[in-house]
């Protein structure tokens, strides 16, 4: 309602919340999705390749990459590359969940969000041991055989072995939701069925195979991005259907 100046008495805060509301609708529209799952996945891709090509993997688990200044300096930087990466897949996770809205299956939004979080704190604290050995090194201090062993372990462990089964229980959750509600081709479907089936079977030492995971979203978020632009702001703005 607006007086007989045309302006606004009913307390409404159109005019002022305006902005907002559209930028709201932009963060949550399909684009916004595509480019966080394709800024996440390159990001992850560049850690791992660094990691594998340079890390403890890439000398058969021995402590040379810690000697080796070119090695330390590439692991260093796979290191500080992972917080960028868990942003940028929170942030692929959030709008995801706001396009599902309302037809987001209770069920399958608990192990998705749940399994997300979980591969991100298994990513950052395997990340976290790697690097406080690096900073310890970097200081001169006395690091043992035995403590670059067990860092070594607890990083493997917690990214290879329980941050990838995470990642393919991710995978299988998000698949079955995109599935159900039509948002991904089957073929999509069945590529992420197999990744998922792959991540969560395969044994820790084959590390490669956890560049799968990081694949698949950039194929889902290329494929959104693609088949779907720009939403207006109406239609951002619209209810969410049913819940199935």
Do not use: C, H
């Amino acid at each position: 309602m607006s007086d007989a100046n045309g302006d606004d008495v009913g307390g409404s805060g159109t005019s002022r919340e305006g902005p907002a509301l559209r930028l709201a609708d932009e963060l949550r529209t399909p684009r916004s999705a595509a480019v966080a799952g394709i800024v996440f996945a390159l990001i992850l891709g560049a850690v791992i390749v660094l990691f594998r090509s340079a890390g403890p993997a890439a000398s058969g688990g021995d402590e040379s990459w810690l000697t080796d200044d070119g090695r330390r300096s590439t692991v260093s930087l796979a290191m500080n590359l992972v917080p960028f990466a868990g942003i940028a897949f929170l942030w692929f996770i959030g709008v995801l969940r706001a396009r599902l809205g309302a037809r987001e299956d209770k069920l399958f939004a608990t192990v998705f969000l749940g399994s997300g979080l979980l591969f991100v704190a298994m990513l950052f604290a395997g990340s976290g041991v790697l690097g406080a050995v690096l900073a310890l090194e970097s200081r001169g201090g006395p690091l043992s055989t035995d403590t670059v062993a067990l860092a070594q372990f607890v990083t493997a462990a917690l990214v290879g072995t329980f941050g990838a089964r995470m990642a393919a229980v991710f995978t299988l959750s998000a698949t079955t939701a995109a599935l159900r509600t039509g948002s991904v081709p089957r073929w999509i479907a069945y590529a992420g069925y197999a990744v998922a089936v792959v991540l969560l079977l395969s044994p820790p030492i084959t590390g490669w195979t956890q560049l799968l995971f990081p694949a698949w979203v950039l194929l889902v978020s290329l494929y959104i991005l693609v088949t779907t632009g720009s939403e207006s702001p109406a239609r951002g703005r619209e209810r969410p259907g049913p819940s199935v």
